[in-house]
């Protein structure tokens, strides 16, 4: 019998998937102490916003991870519609909608009485940054790593992704990964074809299946589970990053 899905979230954190576009997720973080509330990649204002409605009304903070439009497309009338800050990467910033936060790599983000850190991870985007949430412990890392995946090499090489993952690789084992894009199904197909006898990955496969046939997210997961079944974090080294990734890319 697969695990069920780590939600709700234990601890003063309590994090939702709110499903976008064609294969994207926004993220819904809420602060249980203080009752703030943040938003990671609201592409689809409308859905972002009936959501938020829903909870209350209320949101303190709008992150994004990349400049790509089904990451941000709807964050500038999202963040209008409640009076929100948006934060992104200060490095991208010309391509971002207009940043009231402009971050670097260590800066902190605050939502009522927690923070997380910045952290850039470039490889798919040069500007991408993901967001770590230690009182969770909680991880948004857009299109950098993918639950058994990770994000094309569009702009950066398989060094800066290699060095990216390395980073969100050390976090601590129970961090929930929260990414960009329902992409598992189709990551397992192709981990499964690298990594026939990774019997984590089998189990994982399993579970997806079951998970996708009931429509229910496959994400967040755990780092300790990506640790130990996502091809890409397991590449020894940046060649075996770089052979793995051009297979993915034409893998059917
Ligand atoms: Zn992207
Ligand atoms: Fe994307």
């Known amino acids: 019998m697969p695990a069920s899905p780590p939600s709700p979230t234990p601890g003063p954190l309590d994090v939702?998937?709110?499903p976008i576009l064609s294969d994207n997720y926004a993220w819904r973080l809420?602060?249980?102490?203080?009752g703030a509330v943040a938003v990671v990649d609201p592409a689809d204002a409308g859905a972002v916003i009936a959501r938020l409605e829903r909870e209350g009304g209320r949101l303190d903070l709008v992150l994004l991870t990349h400049h790509h439009d089904d990451h941000v497309a709807g964050a500038l009338e999202v963040a209008r519609r409640f009076g929100a800050p948006i934060a992104g990467a200060a490095a991208d910033r010309h391509r971002l909608p207009p940043l009231d936060l402009a971050l670097q790599e260590g800066d902190r983000v605050f939502l009522g009485d927690t923070s997380g850190v910045v952290i850039d991870t470039p490889g798919h985007t040069r500007g991408h940054v993901s967001f770590f949430f230690g009182d969770g412990p909680v991880l948004f890392c857009g299109d950098t790593l993918f639950s058994l995946g990770c994000g094309r090499?569009?702009?950066g090489t398989p060094e800066e992704m290699?060095?990216?993952l390395r980073k969100l690789s050390a976090l601590p084992d129970d961090t929930l990964v929260c990414c960009g894009h329902e992409y598992t199904d189709s990551n397992a197909r192709f981990a499964l074809s690298v990594l026939p006898d990774n019997a984590a990955l089998r189990e994982r496969a399993a579970e997806v299946a079951t998970q996708r046939a009931s429509g229910t997210p496959t994400v967040p997961t755990r780092l300790v589970a990506e640790r130990a079944a996502n091809p890409f974090l397991l590449a020894p080294d940046i060649p075996s990053l770089a052979a793995f990734r051009s297979r993915k890319d034409s893998f059917r």
């Open 153 to 155: 090499l569009l702009e």
């Open 162 to 164: 290699f060095g990216s």
């Open 16 to 18: 939702s998937p709110i």
């Open 30 to 34: 809420r602060d249980n102490r203080s």
